[in-house]
C-alpha cells in the first residue's frame, strides 16, 4: 500500500448535500443545503480536524468522505477510483478494505470479547481466523489492552472501550480513519490519552486521521485544522482563536 506521506489520498469536489423537508399544511416543501459545493483534498497520512458549531454539517461530510452516505451532486475520489462509479458491493468492500471508522459510541458487540471485537472486520472481509487474530493481538498491545483482550465490553471502562474501537478501525491496515466526536464521551483525563493514543498510531502505522470534535485540545493537535461554515469548509490558520469555531458547553454537535 502506498503510504507516501503527502500525496493525494482522497479529493472531493463540488460535493453537495441537500434533503427536502415536508412542509405544513398549506406550504410548500422546504430544501435544507446542508454542503455547498465542497472541494477538499487529504493527503496520505495526514491528521485533519474538522470544527464548526452545531448543525453546519461536520458529520454529514464525514459521513459522505468515508462512503457511508451519498453526496446530492459532486464525486468523491479515492486516488483513481471514483466513488461514484462503484457497485453498492465494490463500494462496501473497499469501504472495509481502505476506510475505518471511530464513533463518539463504540459500538462495541456486546456478547464479543475485545479480541473478537478487533477481528470483526478482517473475518467480514474473509480473513482467516488466524490471520485475523495475527492481526488484532498487536493493535490491542497498542492500544494498551493486550491483557484485556478476552473481556467483554461491558467488563471495560469507557476509554478502554473506545480503545478497543480505535484498533477495531485499524485492524484492516485503513488508509484513512475517519473519527466523529472520539473523545466526546469521555473524561478529560481519558481524552488526553486518547488523543497522545492517536498520534503515536498515525506515527506508527502511516494512516491518515479525519476527525471531528468539539475538543480544542485534540482539535489543534491536528497538521490541519478545518471550519464548516455555511455550507462550505476552509483552512484555519494557527493564529486563529479555535473558541470561537466550536460548540459552546451543552451544546449538541452535528
Wanted: with cysteine; net charge negative.
Amino acid at each position: 500500500m502506498d503510504r507516501t506521506k503527502n500525496s493525494t489520498l482522497l479529493s472531493c469536489r463540488g460535493l453537495t448535500k441537500t434533503y427536502r423537508m415536508p412542509g405544513g399544511e398549506g406550504e410548500d416543501e422546504r430544501v435544507l443545503h446542508v454542503l455547498r459545493g465542497v472541494d477538499l483534498d487529504i493527503a496520505r497520512g495526514e491528521m485533519v480536524s474538522i470544527v464548526g458549531h452545531s448543525g453546519v454539517g461536520k458529520s454529514t461530510l464525514l459521513h459522505i468522505l468515508g462512503t457511508l452516505d451519498e453526496p446530492t451532486a459532486g464525486a468523491i475520489s479515492y486516488g483513481d477510483q471514483v466513488m461514484g462509479e462503484l457497485s453498492s458491493a465494490a463500494l462496501a468492500d473497499f469501504r472495509n478494505r481502505t476506510i475505518g471508522f471511530i464513533f463518539q459510541f463504540h459500538h462495541l458487540l456486546a456478547e464479543f470479547s475485545a479480541l473478537d471485537n478487533v477481528m470483526l472486520p478482517a473475518l467480514i472481509a474473509g480473513v482467516s481466523r488466524k490471520e485475523a487474530q495475527q492481526r488484532a493481538l498487536p493493535l490491542l498491545e497498542a492500544v494498551g489492552l493486550a491483557d484485556r483482550r478476552v473481556h467483554k465490553p461491558g467488563e471495560l471502562s469507557g476509554g478502554e472501550q473506545q480503545r478497543v474501537a480505535i484498533a477495531r478501525a485499524l485492524v484492516m491496515e485503513p488508509e484513512v480513519v475517519f473519527a466523529d466526536e472520539p473523545t466526546g464521551n469521555l473524561d478529560s483525563r481519558t481524552s488526553s490519552e486518547i488523543h497522545e493514543l492517536l498520534g503515536q498510531l498515525n506515527e506508527r502505522t502511516g494512516t491518515a486521521f479525519v476527525v471531528v470534535t468539539h475538543n480544542i485540545e485534540l482539535a489543534w493537535l491536528m497538521e490541519r485544522h478545518l471550519l464548516m461554515q455555511g455550507g462550505g469548509v476552509r483552512e484555519l490558520t494557527d493564529d486563529e482563536a479555535p473558541e470561537s469555531f466550536l460548540p459552546s458547553r451543552g451544546e449538541s454537535v452535528a
